[in-house]
């Protein structure tokens, strides 16, 4: 999770997650502080481009009481002005009623601290861009399923997903992501697939790598 202060924000993810804190620290504009924690999320990490992608249970699980909400608490003791939920796939298993319900169960954590969770805020976004047409990428160390999920909940949301697919081909681990290697995957697909439109990368672990 992370947080913000000054005009700040804090932000909680999973312990795995190499890219929130990465992420909040490059768009912060000057006089905003960020803080966060992370919470222990039981998955074993794909140790090969061949594996399956990580199970889908414990993703499932990383939502629910008491961790998630603990983490809350404890960051909504600083002087925030707002908490992040760093995981998007708890979004993509959800839905969006469900994120509305874990966005309402952790500020009663918060005295009154407003949460983002992810889905919520990328379909916001998405109208405020007036984007109806989507292509989405996600990290080779996914399931197919979740992928699947996650192009699910844009379409619930009368977003059309005109390509979803894992990054496949490349490396299985957060530490071996390189830019112009993930550049060069989407560059291609997009030759492949009439996609001329918006793409996103919706995983705070790619977003990171493609800045």
Same mark, same amino acid.
């Given at each position: 999770?992370?947080?913000?202060?000054?005009?700040?924000?804090?932000?909680?993810?999973?312990?795995?997650?190499?890219?929130?804190?990465?992420?909040?620290?490059?768009?912060?504009?000057?006089?905003?502080?960020?803080?966060?924690?992370?919470?222990?999320?039981?998955?074993?990490?794909?140790?090969?481009?061949?594996?399956?992608?990580?199970?889908?249970?414990?993703?499932?699980?990383?939502?629910?009481?008491?961790?998630?909400?603990?983490?809350?608490?404890?960051?909504?003791?600083?002087?925030?002005? =707002?908490? %992040?939920? /760093?995981?998007? &796939? @708890?979004?993509?298993?959800?839905?969006?009623?469900?994120? !509305?319900?874990?966005? *309402? $169960?952790?500020?009663?954590?918060?005295?009154?601290?407003?949460?983002?969770?992810?889905?919520?805020?990328?379909?916001?976004?998405?109208?405020?861009?007036?984007?109806?047409?989507?292509?989405?990428?996600?990290?080779?160390?996914?399931?197919?399923?979740?992928?699947?999920?996650?192009?699910?909940?844009?379409?619930?949301?009368?977003?059309?997903?005109?390509?979803? =697919?894992? %990054?496949? /081909?490349?490396? &299985? @681990?957060?530490?071996?992501?390189?830019?112009?290697?993930? !550049?060069?995957?989407? *560059? $291609?697909?997009?030759?492949?697939?009439?996609?001329?439109?918006?793409?996103?990368?919706?995983?705070?672990?790619?977003?990171?790598?493609?800045?």
């Amino acid at each position: 999770m992370v947080g913000a202060r000054g005009r700040g924000s804090a932000s909680r993810c999973p312990i795995l997650d190499l890219g929130p804190e990465a992420e909040f620290g490059a768009m912060a504009p000057e006089g905003v502080t960020i803080h966060s924690t992370r919470v222990r999320l039981g998955v074993v990490m794909p140790g090969a481009a061949t594996d399956p992608g990580i199970a889908l249970a414990p993703v499932r699980a990383f939502a629910e009481p008491p961790a998630i909400d603990d983490a809350t608490e404890l960051l909504a003791a600083a002087p925030l002005h =707002a908490i %992040a939920y /760093g995981f998007f &796939s @708890s979004s993509c298993m959800l839905g969006v009623e469900g994120d !509305h319900a874990l966005q *309402a $169960r952790l500020e009663k954590r918060t005295r009154a601290i407003p949460v983002v969770i992810p889905g919520l805020a990328a379909v916001r976004a998405l109208r405020a861009l007036r984007v109806h047409r989507l292509a989405l990428v996600d990290p080779p160390w996914f399931s197919t399923e979740l992928n699947r999920m996650g192009a699910d909940y844009f379409r619930s949301q009368q977003i059309e997903i005109v390509y979803a =697919a894992r %990054a496949t /081909g490349l490396q &299985s @681990s957060q530490h071996d992501q390189h830019p112009g290697r993930l !550049h060069e995957w989407c *560059a $291609r697909k997009c030759r492949q697939t009439p996609m001329r439109h918006r793409c996103a990368a919706t995983r705070n672990a790619l977003r990171t790598y493609l800045r």
